[in-house]
């Protein structure tokens, strides 16, 4: 048969691909086959251009129990027989054409990511990116999104924890919508995705099979959006109530001991399930696709197989237990169907009844093309590294009218209003909720807790690939540590354009390598994640924007800190701050930078043995006792870290530090390496002491009480209208 360009590019596939398709094969494909290799050969499924450089990734360390790619999620050793299973994934595509359902169909998939680790899931995080709010369609996306999070978290009993939301205009036709899921498990009790002995069963449990999602992992994450390009039939649906009753049913059917393995059914459905699963074990499947229940009628093989339906998973059971585990989905009342078996050929057989469907070598299948392609920078790149203090103005407004406009900016301004929708003490784990650095959870039955953060700075990555990369890393384990908390492990989510073109590919390929250095400089591996490209539209593509999820664990949960001044008459200090003498390094990036003088510019700029240093000696401090509260500087600089742990705190400062000339490059600038910290004055000692032995620099910086928002000499602000200006930003906009 002739295969049209149109056929290939529905699946993503090249010309070059099909042809080499044909040459493994020795023959043409069926439709259903060609559809399958379409989707396990999709840059979602197959990371074509991205494989061979998350290799650079360090992934191991004495805590890591499963490594980036060798199950659905990885986990880390809490001690005490715990593991800690976390992962965060993309759902930007689907977001950008239905917000709702893409939104909420993310939290679903990497739940059961979670789920597939035999974990019980206890967070969810998200890290969110929207075109300005002045815009109505992205003010539709960005409730659309809020909504479908808030949706299926609540109904499924999850607590939302910790996230971030950024607005730019590179994100108006693209959408980030990053969902991360923490669960915990017993470490005896972590489960496999690998299919184990032939003859084993595969049963199918959960929702009835339907078409929203063909094409999801091929047509929808893999391509680049074009206008006239009607994408709604590819985006899932989701049914949170269904979800919850899975997560039940499919934990209880492991503490059986009879399920050998277990699978989700996420990007392309039953062809990814049961072909990596199999794949993992060495094995083959036959799968008999008239046994799987659907929800509509006339539903083709071709559509069964590609079908991205949400709220199923895959278990793969012994033949002399499958009863056991049938009992347990008949009392949750969740469908549960056998739909065919391990084998021992290394071939992926389909059968309907007794009618051949596809017969596929699992190899041919599971290894795409990899490219290693070569970037470069795009033309502008240096020019966008171009700046000196002499080409920023001073601002035309006093630094306290700087200060509200920074506050009142929907990127530095509080997101209460979004992050209320969500629920963050269900399943009453939540030490500390969102709002502050990091979310802390407690470990039930241990004096433990972990501490949980997300985040991410497109434009950092925009301007240095390289350090950009390395700073994301670093605020994440920044975070961590002002809390108290040792950094564990990382997932990473990386949102980037389209990677055949050579200025998108180096911001990847730079970003990553950024990413790597640093996580390595810090002794922090990266055990999952996820790569989400073609970020693009018009020929524009977003930020190159790298979001990483991190994991931290405090042995003694009672030892930590907030982000928020708790009380007055303490002693305010800075660490890792050198002296206020101002850099062009400091700005580049800045929202400062970007909202006051309307550029993006600059070279950003880290030294990572000082970040490490810095993050040593807070941890430190705060197993100690000495600091009372830890807030890193990062959006809006030290005046805003400052004002934020007040109006957090409820409590105000009185400033007593000498401003240079450029007071807007002191208080706005984003150096990094840099935390705010409160302690009683009789610590000052102790903290100073500690401070010279870790070899960081550490600065007085005033003291919290009153009402008022000081800075000597610079500001006078009641702390009502700072923390009106902070409080209520994100609301006026919308």
């Known amino acids: 048969m002739t295969i049209t360009q149109e056929q290939l590019d529905e699946i993503a596939l090249t010309r070059a691909e099909y042809d080499l398709i044909v040459d493994r094969l020795d023959r043409e494909p069926n439709p259903v086959e060609l559809g399958m290799f379409g989707a396990l050969w999709s840059e979602h499924c197959g990371y074509k251009h991205s494989r061979p450089l998350l290799r650079l990734f360090p992934s191991r360390s004495p805590r890591v129990v499963s490594q ?18 976390f992962k965060v994934e993309s759902h930007n595509h ?3 054409v239905e917000p709702l359902q893409g939104a909420a169909t993310g939290v679903g998939g990497i739940v059961r990511d979670i789920l597939a680790m035999g974990a019980r899931p206890i967070a969810l995080l998200n890290s969110l990116r929207f075109g300005p709010t002045e815009e109505p369609r992205n003010r539709h996306l960005f409730q ?3 909504g479908g999070i808030s949706w299926y978290g609540n109904c499924i009993g999850v607590p939302d924890v910790a996230g971030e939301i950024y607005f730019d205009s590179c994100y108006s036709e693209n959408p980030l919508v990053n969902a991360m899921c923490v669960g915990l498990v017993q470490k005896r009790d972590l489960a496999t995705s690998s299919a184990g002995a032939v003859g084993n069963t595969l049963l199918l449990v959960g929702a009835e099979t339907g078409r929203d999602g063909i094409h999801g992992a091929s047509g929808l994450a893999s391509r680049t959006f074009e206008d006239e390009q009607e994408r709604r039939p590819t985006v899932q649906v989701g049914n949170p109530f269904l979800g919850k009753v899975l997560i039940e049913a499919c934990l209880e059917a492991l503490a059986t001991g009879a399920v050998a393995a277990i699978q989700d059914l996420g990007a392309a459905g039953l062809t990814s399930a049961t072909v990596e699963s199999a794949a993992q074990a060495g094995r083959g499947v036959l799968l008999d696709l008239e046994q799987v229940h659907r929800r509509e009628d006339g539903m083709t093989e071709y559509e069964v197989m590609l079908s991205e339906s949400q709220e199923r998973m895959l278990l793969i059971v012994p033949p002399e237990k499958t009863e056991v585990v049938r009992e347990v989905f008949r009392k949750w009342e969740v469908p549960c169907r056998d739909i065919g078996t391990v084998t021992g050929e290394k071939d992926a057989r389909l ?14 299948l599971v290894q795409p093309p990899q490219y290693r392609l070569h ?3 795009d033309p502008g790149f240096k020019e966008r590294q171009r700046l000196s203090l002499a080409d920023v103005p001073k601002p035309s407004l006093g630094p306290g009218d700087v200060l509200l406009k920074l506050l009142s900016s929907p990127n530095i301004t509080s997101k209460e209003s979004v992050y209320r929708q969500y629920d963050h003490q269900v399943q009453t784990n939540t030490m500390v909720g969102p709002g502050s650095d990091a979310a802390l959870l407690r470990v039930k039955g241990t004096s433990k807790a972990i501490a949980l953060t997300i985040d991410g700075n497109g434009r950092y990555c925009y301007l240095d690939p390289y350090r950009g990369g390395q700073i994301v890393v670093a605020e994440v384990c920044r975070n961590l540590s002002c809390s108290g908390a040792q950094p564990l492990a990382l997932t990473d989510c990386l949102n980037f354009g389209n990677p055949e073109k050579p200025g998108v590919y180096y911001q990847l390929e730079w970003c990553i390598r950024g990413m790597a250095r640093a996580c390595r400089a810090l002794d922090v591996p990266v055990v999952s994640g996820n790569v989400s490209l073609y970020n693009e539209s018009r020929g524009q593509a977003i930020y190159p924007t790298p979001v990483v999820g991190g994991l931290g664990l405090l042995e003694d949960a009672a030892r930590h800190a907030r982000s928020s001044f708790p009380q007055e008459g303490l002693l305010v200090a800075l660490l890792g701050g050198e002296g206020m003498r101002p850099r062009a390094s400091d700005l580049a990036g800045s929202e400062y930078l970007r909202l006051l003088h309307g550029r993006v510019a600059g070279r950003p700029a880290i030294d990572l043995e000082r970040e490490k240093q810095v993050q040593a000696l807070c941890r430190r ?4 006792g000495i600091i009372r509260s830890a807030h890193d500087c990062s959006e809006g600089g030290l005046a805003v870290a400052l004002a934020e742990a007040c109006v957090q705190g409820g409590v105000g400062f009185q400033g007593r530090f000498r401003l240079p000339g450029r007071w807007d490059v002191a208080l706005f600038g984003e150096r990094q390496s840099r935390i705010v910290v409160s302690l009683d004055p009789a610590s000052w000692d102790d903290m100073k002491g500690l401070a010279e032995e870790f070899g960081v620099p550490i600065q007085q910086l005033g003291t ?4 008022r928002f000081r800075i000597e000499r610079s500001l006078d602000l009641p702390l ?5 200006a902070w409080n209520c930003g994100l609301e006026r906009v919308l």
Not at 351 to 364: D, E, Q
């Open 68 to 85: 980036a790619g060798a199950e659905n999620a990885g986990a880390v050793d809490l001690g005490d027989g715990i593991v800690a299973v």
């Open 94 to 96: 689907p977001s950008a």
């Open 144 to 146: 659309g999104v809020v």
């Open 351 to 364: 059968v309907s009844g007794v009618r051949p469907v596809a017969s596929l070598p699992i190899k041919h």
């Open 375 to 377: 970037g470069r920078p």
């Open 621 to 624: 401090a705060i197993g100690d």
């Open 704 to 707: 919290t009480g009153d009402d």
């Open 720 to 724: 009502q209208e700072i923390s009106d």
